[in-house]
């Protein structure tokens, strides 16, 4: 898959700009929509800068219906956790029309232009945040994590308790993240069983692309399975999204009963 989207992915490091071609691709379903923005979040974090110019093309680029809804909610993400400034350039005019009503409910300048030239100029007009940039303050500290985390040695589950907790920026998930991976490496257990409660868990915009990353990897590397109980329906459609495209299964139930009894069954499968 990195084939099929790494050609219309490009940075220009002296101009800090990263280019998205979306020119003559056609987004036919939310799925594709998920799985190229994957790409372009794993392109940029593997470029070991968060922060860059955003410069798209959309000559001849194809949405349909049933894929907008997708596109624009993880366009706004990607420009909240890495956006410096966006501009687009060679919008169709059907393309050119609805960005222009998503602008205005938005309430964003959607910095359409005709040419790449003119584009780019725009982006070299605007000042760079990287040496400004201020790191982002924590808002918890570790206390606030250790009672969010239990063990149950005799049934292998390792319960995550998101409630009620705001995820505002990537501090925060690399916070909570990094306690995770220390409780798990002081059990001396490498495998658990993953339960999450998600009753009245916020993950803000800006906390999204990496709190999406940490948590793949920590299933990558510890999860026997995960479960995740009580989501809001943001949250729910945001996992279920990124699910589709990353190929796991989000395993989301209404309450914890029936979060445990997913993993009974998954247990017996394994078995």
Known sequence: MPATYDPRIR?????QIMEADFSDFHFDSPATVHTFYDRIEDRIRASGEELWFFLVNL??????????FAYAHRGKTLNHAHSMGSVRFDASPETAAQIQRDARTERFDPNLFTNRCDAVARLDALPSKRRARILHDPNYAEADFVRRITFDTVEGVMHVDFSHFTFHHSRDVNDFYDHIEDRIRDTGRTKWFFLIDYE??????????????????????????SVRYAPGSETEA??????????????IRNTKAEALERIAEMRAQMA
């Open 238 to 251: 945001e996992i279920r999204a990124r699910a589709s495209s990353q190929d796991f299964s989000p395993n």
């Open 11 to 15: 940075f220009d490091p002296d101009r």
């Open 59 to 68: 000559n001849g680029t194809r949405i349909d219906a049933s894929a907008w």
């Open 200 to 225: 009245g868990t916020q993950i803000l915009p800006a906390a999204w692309v990496q709190y999406a990353f940490r948590g793949k990897k920590l299933n990558l590397a510890h999860s026997l399975g």
